[in-house]
């Protein structure tokens, strides 16, 4: 009976870095279902205040009047996306005071 018991297929390596990859891809998977269940990682992700979000304003802003967006410098994001264009008052024309373009000092001479 011990004669045909063969252990033969455990002592070499066949399959073993097969094996290896299935390990590796549960613990992988395991963990991506762990963050993306997270509530933590939801509210980060989703929501008005959420990165996505908040990507959307920077581009959308940035795209619109070629400075970066903050918050704290810029005001509402609401006001800002629905100027008018009326006046030079926007943040593409004056930052803080002072024109982004440049003028000639002198008047320009009538031909």
Do not use: C, W
């Not at 455990?10 to 870095?17: A, E, F, M």
């Not at 629905?82 to 440049?102: M, P």
């Amino acid at each position: 009976m011990e004669k045909s018991f063969n252990l033969g297929i455990l002592k070499n390596n066949i399959g073993q870095s097969a094996v290896e990859y299935i390990l590796l891809l549960a613990v992988i998977s395991s963990l991506s279902y762990t963050f993306y269940n997270n509530k933590k990682f939801k509210s980060f992700l989703a929501g008005k205040d959420g990165m996505f979000a908040t990507m959307k304003k920077g581009i959308s802003y940035s795209y619109r009047y070629g400075v970066e967006y903050s918050q704290e410098v810029s005001g509402s994001y609401d006001e800002k996306m629905q100027f008018e264009y009326t006046t030079n008052a926007h943040d593409t024309y004056v930052k803080d005071g002072k024109s982004r373009f440049f003028t000639g000092t002198d008047a320009y001479p009538k031909n």
